[in-house]
């Protein structure tokens, strides 16, 4: 295969993870822009998306820690995930739905966008 072929095939490559990333991170800045976030840019800065949803939860930031260790942070995704539902006044069991992929940024834009998620006073 000649040079230029694989560098197209690299380049379509990471636009379409490019691409990916951005739609993941439209609904935790949009999640942070309802909640009134000073910061909602850091959506799309990996390890900040992270301390971002944190923050949005309610949660401590050792939370953060958790998140890097095996098995806990599934766990802790619930957890996160369960805060995520309290603060847009959601059943808990949204919470759940994180473990599930494509169904939890599902569940993300629905807490960004949806019309009916009221976010509760903090």
């Given at each position: ?13 990471l636009m379409i993870a490019l691409v990916i ?9 949009a999640m942070a822009r309802r909640v009134g976030?000073d910061m909602p840019w850091l959506a799309f ?78």
């Amino acid at each position: 295969m000649s040079d230029f072929a694989q560098a197209m095939g690299l380049s379509i490559v990471l636009m379409i993870a490019l691409v990916i990333y951005i739609v993941g991170s439209l609904p935790v800045m949009a999640m942070a822009r309802r909640v009134g976030h000073d910061m909602p840019w850091l959506a799309f800065i990996p390890i900040a998306q992270m301390w971002l949803l944190i923050d949005i939860a309610g949660r401590d930031w050792w939370c953060l820690l958790l998140m890097f260790v095996p098995f806990v942070n599934l766990g802790v995704s619930v957890w996160i995930g369960m805060g995520l539902a309290d603060t847009f006044n959601q059943p808990q069991w949204l919470g759940i739905l994180m473990l599930v992929p494509l169904v939890n940024l599902a569940v993300l834009y629905y807490f960004g966008f949806g019309a009916n998620t009221n976010v509760l006073e903090q």
